[in-house]
């Protein structure tokens, strides 16, 4: 039996970590009351921060699966907010391989598996396809793989240093959406109103490199991915299901739901479902 966020998280600690370069980022570790059967790593999405998993890690908590969620370099209470500038995606791809590394060695002999959200997802793909069997398995949710739905054209490519633009009036113009109806969640003060043009045009970089790679990806992998959403069609998880190798792959598409999933009303059965596919696989 599958229980949700209802209980508080057991244990929760915070430490800054040394990303690949020695820059900062922030983690939270959270425990369940009992040894994990397994550790989840969170890779969040653009302009988010790992709070926004805060509830997500009491319902693993509460099915004893411990979670390491950390602010991305750039982001939240991370170091280098409002002036990073990424030369690759694979930058980020070394600060969760060191985030992995740490969650490996203070539990040993515990599987650990990986999850993305959005840009997190586009991350935690190129990690396990440039490593492959680092992790027990991964989810990818609304993750950026085959696509992008944004559009970059007017862009400035290469990036200048100081090319900041406004992430949501972006997002609004990309997606015909009034200001006027941005959502409250844009609120807060965590939340990156501003970031480098890098951010968006290295997404083509690592869907080359994806598409190129497609035999490398290996892993465990459930793909999770909303029938409504706009940021990433389901097309993206789609096509990746049917193109990758993974001999243990499933695919959940959701009636309904945009690119928040399991943060939207309803989305519960899609924690329900992660924390199932966990389970099947610590079991095994």
Do not use: C
């Not at 959502?183 to 083509?204: A, R």
């Amino acid at each position: 039996m599958i229980k949700m966020n209802k209980e508080i998280i057991e244990r929760n600690t915070t430490e800054l970590v040394a990303g690949y370069d020695g820059l900062k980022l922030y983690l939270n570790k959270d425990y369940p009351h009992n040894l994990p059967k397994a550790v989840l790593v969170i890779s969040h999405g653009l302009a988010v921060h790992s709070h926004q998993f805060v509830d997500f890690a009491k319902t693993m908590n509460n099915n004893d699966v411990a979670v390491y969620r950390f602010d991305a370099r750039g982001h939240g209470k991370s170091d280098g907010r409002d002036k990073i500038h990424l030369n690759s995606y694979f930058e980020m791809v070394e600060d969760l391989r060191l985030v992995v590394e740490k969650a490996k060695i203070e539990n040993p002999n515990i599987p650990i598996f990986v999850m993305g959200h959005s840009m997190g997802g586009h991350i935690t793909a190129l990690y396990t396809t440039k490593y492959p069997q680092a992790v027990d398995g991964v989810i990818l949710a609304g993750a950026v793989l085959r696509y992008s739905q944004l559009n970059l054209d007017d862009l400035p490519r290469p990036e200048p240093a100081d090319s900041f633009v406004n992430g949501i009036e972006i997002m609004h113009k990309i997606f015909d959406l009034p200001m006027e109806e941005k959502d409250s969640d844009w609120d807060d003060p965590l939340i990156l109103e501003t970031f480098s043009v890098s951010f968006m045009n290295g997404f083509k970089e690592g869907i080359q490199y994806l598409r190129a790679n497609a035999e490398k990806f290996n892993a465990p992998v459930l793909l999770v991915s909303g029938s409504d959403d706009l940021n990433v069609v389901p097309k993206d998880a789609i096509d990746f299901y049917q193109e990758t190798t993974s001999k243990d792959k499933s695919l959940r598409l959701y009636s309904g739901l945009g690119h928040y999933l399991m943060f939207e009303p309803n989305g519960d059965l899609v924690v329900t479902d992660i924390v199932g596919w966990i389970n099947q696989r610590v079991h095994k």
